[in-house]
């Protein structure tokens, strides 16, 4: 019994093995064909991180292993994570589309969507397990519950501070580099 069990556990991590980082490029496409800026998907795709430290460390305080089931809660709440990215770098994006410098952007743009950020954070999935279900099931909700709980909580706030930082730090830099580059054109001329 036991056997068929650890049997059917590897063949499952195996295929998270492929399947994790193939979802993670699939992902990072999606991102390049709507920004069309390696730049602006990488920042995305840093809200994942900031996602895991928040799981990892609600695992590793209730004692919990990263096993399958707190797989799949990751996965999830990686989702989520990208989203309230994309929503927040979009609306700088946009921002900067009507005029406004780097810094402007990001601080109206982080400002008009913290809203929708939070709320998209707050609908994450809640397992619980209740009643006399198999001791399995129970540290299986508890650990999809307590990854997606704390590395929403996680991703929200980093998100929320740290990445209009970085929009603002590389593309501050990127804008300041042009700006001299125009300086010194007209100065040319």
């Not at 991180?49 to 004692?63: E, H, K, M, T, Y």
């Not at 919990?64 to 770098?89: C, E, M």
């Not at 508890?142 to 909580?153: E, K, M, Y």
Request: include cysteine; aromatic fraction near 8%.
């Amino acid at each position: 019994m036991y056997g068929g069990q650890f049997e059917n556990l590897e063949r499952a991590t195996r295929r998270l093995v492929l399947v994790i980082p193939l979802t993670l490029a699939i992902i990072f496409a999606l991102l390049y064909t709507m920004f069309h800026s390696v730049t602006q998907s990488a920042l995305v795709l840093m809200n994942i991180p900031f996602a895991l430290v928040g799981g990892i460390a609600a695992l590793w305080l209730r004692g919990l292993n990263l096993n399958l089931s707190a797989s799949v809660g990751f996965i999830a709440l990686f989702g989520v994570a990208v989203l309230n990215g994309v929503v927040l770098v979009n609306s700088i994006n946009q921002l900067r589309k009507e005029g406004q410098s780097v810094r402007d952007a990001v601080l109206n743009g982080s400002r008009r969507r913290l809203r929708p950020v939070l709320m998209t954070a707050l609908v994450a999935p809640r397992l619980r397990a209740h009643g006399n279900r198999d001791i399995y099931w129970r540290r299986g909700a508890a650990a999809i519950g307590h990854s997606c709980h704390w590395g929403l909580i996680s991703s929200t706030v980093l998100t929320v501070f740290l990445l209009p930082l970085l929009y603002d730090w590389v593309f501050g830099r990127i804008e300041a580099k042009s700006d001299i580059a125009a300086e010194s054109n007209a100065v040319v001329t």
